[in-house]
């Protein structure tokens, strides 16, 4: 959970920073090409991948097009238009739509405690979108919370829909087949932007918040997110994105001077207090089982 935590918020600044000289399409191009090579060769070091039954593969396809096409773009170009600290809120919330999406399906039960950490997250989310206002590289972003926003919702409900998948195939061979099918989908509609991207202007930190979206980003944080989504519950996996805004609060100040609102403060500290709460039980109930005398 902390690896996740750290790869996930150090995304947020280097695809910031990459953002400065590419265009957002041509860098989700260059996100989806690297990560390919990354997961075709992660799939030769595991193996055999497994065959999917006939079944299944309806459900794969829509796993596949919420991670990347909807979740991977929509990130990068809400990114071009937001901050880092509003983008890192808003995934913070993913454990919420998770939760909702989860109950929908059957997987778990609305409890009251988690009513009382949905309506709280929702506040901070809100609280967060609403102050929209700062302005880092010359663009304001509002526009970008929103695209986030649909991205995280995206995620949200790929968590609670592959839970199945999941536990059936097994966590690192399932994300694999999911990603690599949700790449397809996503190039042919980034390629035009790729060829027109004016390439003299990207360095090497361009390059490098490409490659670190791509493999860090889409392999590595991936694989951990499948790996936990196989031992518990999908809105205990999103949890895990609760320690984010802390973490990529603070590299965004250091890094890109980005000025903190109260707005981000207040509505962080609700998002993540409801997150706790909608949590707590478990926490609980799992203490009192380890203080048992066997």
Request: positive net charge.
């Amino acid at each position: 959970m902390a690896s996740h935590v750290c790869i996930a918020s150090g995304g947020f600044i280097f695809v910031k920073v990459a953002l400065h000289e590419f265009n957002p399409l041509a860098l989700g191009f260059w996100r989806l090409s690297i990560g390919l090579v990354a997961l075709v060769a992660f799939s030769a070091a595991l193996g055999k991948m497994p065959r999917i039954d006939r079944s299944d593969w309806g459900r794969i396809a829509l796993l596949a097009f919420l991670a990347v096409p909807i979740n991977q773009v929509g990130y990068i170009i809400g990114m071009n238009y937001t901050v880092p600290t509003h983008a890192a809120i808003l995934y913070g919330s993913t454990a919420v739509f998770a939760i909702l999406f989860s109950t929908l399906l059957g997987h778990e039960k609305l409890r009251r405690s988690r009513i009382v950490a949905i309506c709280m997250s929702v506040a901070g989310v809100v609280i967060v979108v609403s102050g929209s206002r700062t302005v880092i590289a010359g663009s304001e972003n509002f526009a970008g919370d929103l695209l986030v926003g649909l991205g995280m919702i995206a995620w949200a409900a790929y968590t609670a829909l592959a839970k199945p998948i999941v536990l059936k195939y097994g966590a690192l061979r399932a994300m694999t087949v999911c990603l690599i099918i949700g790449t397809f989908m996503g190039l042919p509609f980034l390629i035009y932007s790729a060829i027109a991207q004016d390439y003299s202007v990207v360095t090497w930190r361009g390059w490098g918040g490409a490659a670190y979206a791509a493999v860090l980003l889409t392999c590595v944080a991936y694989a951990i997110w499948f790996t936990l989504l196989k031992k518990i519950d999908p809105s205990q996996v999103a949890v895990v994105t609760s320690g984010q805004p802390v973490v990529t609060t603070a590299l965004s100040t250091w890094i890109l001077g980005e000025v903190i609102s109260a707005n981000l403060v207040i509505g962080g500290l609700l998002v993540i207090s409801g997150l706790v709460i909608m949590n707590a039980p478990e926490l609980y109930h799992a203490v009192l089982r380890r203080r048992r005398p066997k």
